[in-house]
């Protein structure tokens, strides 16, 4: 099997993340609105709604405009991550999984050696070039250490 080729690859903010937090900010503010059309006078209840509702969607909005962006590389043995952001490092090598795959995008994780995980939207429009080179090394197993050699590979297939 041919493995996956070495690439670097731009990531950013994904316009998909932000759409889905508008989504859930306008589901929340409706569903706060529809408890409060029956009621006459609005309440302390109701108040204490609005103010937590605004309060989270001001940390959605922070943590969105803050999230990690950078390059991702693909050595062809490991991956590295360079970048800034609020949950970023500057520099690190870890092992990356995918976690939500929509063929034009990715939600990836990578776990460093040592610290807190780094969740990554890539996408297609990121780096239109790479991206099958991309889901190619994310998807593709990894490199063992050592080749096997062809008498073991022939009995691993006649077992």
């Known amino acids: 099997m041919h493995q996956a080729p ?23 503010l409706m569903t706060g609105v529809l408890w409060l059309l029956p009621i006459d006078d609005a ?4 108040a204490l709604f609005f103010v937590s509702w ?3 969607l001001g940390i959605a909005v922070r943590q969105w405009q803050h999230w990690p962006s950078g390059e991702l590389i693909w050595d062809g043995a490991a991956w590295r991550w360079q970048g800034t952001g609020l949950w970023a490092t500057e520099q690190c090598h870890g092992l990356l999984r995918p976690q939500l795959d929509w063929q034009v995008g990715l939600l990836l994780s990578l776990q460093p050696d040592s610290g807190k995980r780094i969740w990554l939207w890539a996408q297609c ?3 239109a070039r790479e991206w099958a080179a991309l ?7 990894a490199r063992s250490a050592e080749p096997i050699p062809d008498g073991d590979a022939d009995q691993a297939v006649n077992r």
């Open 6 to 28: 070495a690439l670097a690859f731009q990531v950013g903010r994904s316009a998909v993340h932000g759409y889905l937090l508008i989504g859930l900010a306008g589901v929340s």
């Open 135 to 141: 889901r190619r090394a994310v998807f593709a197993p």
């Open 43 to 46: 309440g302390w209840r109701q």
């Open 54 to 56: 605004l309060l989270v």
């Open 125 to 127: 429009c990121d780096d």
